[in-house]
């Protein structure tokens, strides 16, 4: 789909070598999983030996039966694209926000993961969503990707888009969640407040495109 992603190996429950193709720093990941879930500072990995620590430690905490991703680290923009509705019929492309990690030490790697998300006590924990400053080029051809993803997944309603862009700026896929959290704090809720949408707008645009999908009507009032 000419859908740009980063480099990346994939590593079996049964490889006890490997050959990386492309240069350190790397991150490594669960393959399967969600919610960060084995995504730490620990997984960016600057040398041989800490690969082999942070594989060990997925393994140790997730199983041994189980895949691994290693990845190009990405450096730049940590981006989320928030579509609501099907583009087969109408729908909206929510602001698309960028991580702010200016609050973190420089010595802890930038990255959204584990801490950030689970760890009230973690100074990853104080990384803030805000509006991301990308040039129209790029905010297009990103947008224009997502849309077609979300065709050809066949994702429905609404759907959360994650990219990071490499050191020179060039925008990779990460995941495409097709069933992105809604809670009031999570990244879609801040995406559609800064589109001018309430939390409970935001749940009935959702709803909405329910409606009109499947052709029903949904009663009762948020
Ligand atoms: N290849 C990568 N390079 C740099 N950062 C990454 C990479 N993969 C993941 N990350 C970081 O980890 C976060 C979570 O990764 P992601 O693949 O979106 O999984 P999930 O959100 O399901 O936990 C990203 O938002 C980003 O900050
Ligand atoms: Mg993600």
């Known amino acids: 789909m000419e859908i740009p992603v980063p480099e990346a190996m994939f590593i079996k429950p049964e490889d006890i070598t490997f050959e990386i193709s492309f240069s350190f720093p790397v991150l490594v990941k669960p393959n399967f999983g969600d919610s960060s879930f084995g995504i730490t500072k620990r997984s960016v990995a600057n040398t041989p030996e800490e690969l082999m620590n942070a594989i060990s430690e997925i393994r140790e905490k997730f199983g041994y039966d189980k895949p691994i991703l ?111 959290g809604w809670c009031w704090d999570g990244h879609l809720a801040k995406m559609a407040k800064i589109f001018g949408l309430s939390y409970a707008e935001m749940l009935k645009a959702i709803l909405e495109a329910v409606e009109s999908r499947v052709g029903i009507r949904i009663e009762g009032d948020l």
């Open 70 to 180: 290693v990845e190009e680290f990405l450096s730049g923009k940590d981006l989320s694209v928030g579509i609501i509705g099907n583009p087969s019929g109408s729908y909206m492309v929510l602001p698309i926000i960028e991580e702010d990690y200016s609050c973190l030490p420089p010595e802890l790697p930038r990255v959204c993961g584990y801490e950030a998300k689970w760890l009230p006590d973690s100074p990853y924990w104080n990384l803030k969503s805000v509006p991301a400053n990308l040039s129209e080029d790029t905010e297009r051809f990103i947008v224009e990707c997502c849309l077609k993803l979300f065709e050809r997944l066949e994702c429905r309603d609404y759907c959360r888009f994650d990219w990071r862009c490499d050191g020179e700026g060039n925008p990779k896929l990460l995941e495409v969640n097709p069933n992105p």
